[in-house]
């Protein structure tokens, strides 16, 4: 008789050492899987390439190849300035500054500024805050200071002082020049008028003759006759006023039409006028409330 179950068993062994060897063969690659999977998202730190949030640096090389117009794609991307020659958009992609990008605060100038309104307020009335301080100290004061160059709100600063100080020298000067003129006028109405007549002008014959002359009262009499009508009229003599009576007709009988010209002139100018400064006041409106509001919490 013929054994087979030894060659059967070997089979049967070697199906079996087939089948583990597989079976252990799946279960080692679905245990790598596992592990692969397992490790999805987790960044060991020593490959980046597959983070989507790293940027890829491109080179200058790499850069020069592209066209204005695709650096400037890439500009706006990155949210740069796209201002500039091909070299400029090169090395601002490839170097970014602070000042490169769009989002940068805009500096008021500096003549119509708050900083410089309120610097003038702060000066003007000789605050103790800023007495006994010095530029920077000054300039360390508010954020509206900071942000102008420490050396540039130096320059302002000295500036705004010295004009400041040379007005308050021409208002000095201007208000003496006012007193001696006003001091001087005084003294010549003072003095006896010219050939012992009074001043027309401060007297009240003045008053008297145009309201005479409107009512018509001087109508159908000659010069000599209404001066005979008041004692104020007596105290001139009859040559000068008579010049009185016609200048002050002639007054009366044009001024209407020069004002109605004058109205309508000044119609269309104040129109204009107040349509700028209404535009200037809406304008400043903001401007003026922001730097009072300023002062007051620093005074």
């Known amino acids: 008789m013929f054994n087979f179950s030894s060659d059967e068993n070997e089979d049967s062994d070697a199906d079996q050492t087939g089948t583990g060897e597989y079976s252990e063969s799946v279960d080692d690659e679905e245990s790598r899987g596992s592990k692969d999977e397992s490790l999805i998202g987790f960044d060991d730190g020593d490959d980046n390439d597959d983070d989507p949030l790293q940027e890829i640096e491109e080179s200058q090389e790499e850069l020069?190849?592209?066209t204005v117009k695709e650096l400037k794609v890439k500009l706006v991307e990155r949210g740069l300035i796209q201002t500039g020659n091909k070299a400029d958009l090169i090395e601002r992609l490839l170097n970014p500054q602070p000042s490169d990008f769009k989002n940068k605060t805009k500096i008021e100038p500096w003549k119509t500024s708050k900083a410089k309104a309120l610097l003038i307020r702060l000066l003007s009335v000789k605050s103790n805050l800023i007495r006994n301080k010095s530029p920077t100290e000054v300039w360390q004061m508010n954020e509206w200071f900071k942000q102008y160059p420490l050396e540039r709100?130096?320059?302002n600063m000295k500036n705004l002082e010295k004009?400041?100080?040379?007005?308050?020298?021409?208002?000095a000067n201007d208000n003496r020049e006012i007193e001696a003129e006003l001091t001087t006028l005084r003294a010549l109405n003072q003095q006896p008028p010219i050939r012992g007549y009074p001043l027309w002008h401060e007297h009240p014959a003045m008053k008297l003759l145009e309201q005479d002359i409107k009512d018509g009262l001087h109508e159908g009499m000659t010069p000599l006759e209404f001066r005979a009508t008041r004692p104020e009229y007596k105290e001139?003599?009859?040559?000068?006023?008579?010049?009185?009576?016609?200048?002050?007709?002639?007054?009366?009988?044009?001024?209407?039409?020069?004002?109605?010209?004058?109205n309508k002139l000044a119609s269309a100018k104040h129109k204009d006028e107040v349509d700028?400064?209404?535009?200037?006041?809406?304008?400043?409106?903001?401007?003026?409330?922001?730097?009072?509001?300023?002062?007051?919490l620093m005074l």
């Open 64 to 66: 020069e190849c592209y």
């Open 163 to 171: 004009a400041l100080d040379a007005r308050g020298g021409i208002v």
């Open 153 to 155: 709100f130096i320059n």
């Open 236 to 262: 001139f003599d009859i040559n000068i006023f008579r010049k009185h009576i016609y200048q002050e007709e002639r007054k009366q009988r044009e001024m209407p039409m020069k004002v109605a010209k004058r």
């Open 276 to 296: 700028e400064e209404l535009a200037r006041w809406y304008a400043d409106q903001k401007h003026n409330e922001m730097v009072n509001e300023m002062a007051d």
